[in-house]
């Protein structure tokens, strides 16, 4: 009932820049919360970034100061900018929501992207 996409992932030099869009479709009544997760091979999937329906953002140690999260006025599109990319932020991010279903219930439910690669390399 409800998809999530990702784009904007690539390759790109370290120190770089990439913006990253995860557009959400489907029976959505409302999005109570988005966020970014990475998972590079033989590790586990980590939390890159969230923002919450209200707009308050959280980031990993990690990126801050790097990265920043937002949401389109339509609420229905999170976007990752990332800069000064180095090789350790190599990796698949996903696209995580919150959704409430139109139809079903008022309790939100988790719904995934399938990715998007990054990749950080000279």
């Known amino acids: 009932q409800v998809q999530l996409v990702e784009s904007g992932g690539g390759l790109v030099q370290p120190g770089g820049s990439l913006r990253l869009s995860c557009a959400a479709s489907g029976s959505i009544l409302s999005i109570t919360a988005m966020g970014w997760y990475r998972q590079a091979p033989g590790k586990q999937r980590e939390l890159v970034a969230a923002?919450?329906?209200?707009?308050?953002?959280s980031y990993a140690d990690s990126v801050k100061g790097r990265f920043t999260i937002s949401r389109t006025n339509a609420k229905n599109t999170v976007i990752l900018e990332m800069n000064s990319l180095k090789p350790e932020d190599a990796a698949v991010y996903y696209c995580?929501?919150?959704?409430?279903?139109?139809?079903?219930?008022?309790?939100?439910?988790?719904?995934w992207g399938q990715g998007t690669q990054v990749t950080v390399s000279s």
């Open positions: 995580n929501a919150e959704v409430i279903v139109e139809g079903r219930t008022w309790r939100p439910l988790d719904y």
């Open positions: 923002i919450s329906g209200g707009g308050s953002t």
